[in-house]
């Protein structure tokens, strides 16, 4: 059987990806509506806050054995 070794960078430059996309895109929106610099990071922090939580929360995750998957998501539905 081939060896997946490479499965979880692969998924962790994903989520680096859509981190970076989500930070940019916040940036963008906040630029519309702000000013000044102070004023476009006040609009973004909540958004940034968000997206990097949830990169953490993907990472974890991407860490977890194959096993442990969704197994908290299947104990609460019981």
Same mark, same amino acid.
């Given at each position: 059987?081939?060896?997946?070794?490479?499965?979880?960078?692969?998924? =962790?430059l994903?989520l680096?990806?859509g981190?970076l !996309?989500? &930070? #940019?895109?916040?940036?963008r929106?906040?630029?519309?509506?702000?000013l000044?610099?102070s004023?476009?990071l006040? =609009?973004n922090a909540p958004?940034?806050?968000l997206? !990097?939580l &949830? #990169?953490?929360?993907?990472t974890?995750?991407?860490?977890?054995?194959m096993?442990?998957?969704g197994?908290?998501?299947?104990?609460s539905?019981r």
């Amino acid at each position: 059987m081939p060896s997946l070794d490479w499965l979880p960078a692969l998924e =962790l430059l994903v989520l680096d990806l859509g981190l970076l !996309f989500t &930070l #940019y895109i916040g940036w963008r929106a906040a630029s519309r509506f702000g000013l000044t610099l102070s004023h476009r990071l006040r =609009l973004n922090a909540p958004w940034a806050a968000l997206a !990097f939580l &949830l #990169y953490a929360i993907g990472t974890w995750i991407i860490f977890q054995p194959m096993q442990m998957r969704g197994m908290m998501m299947m104990d609460s539905m019981r």
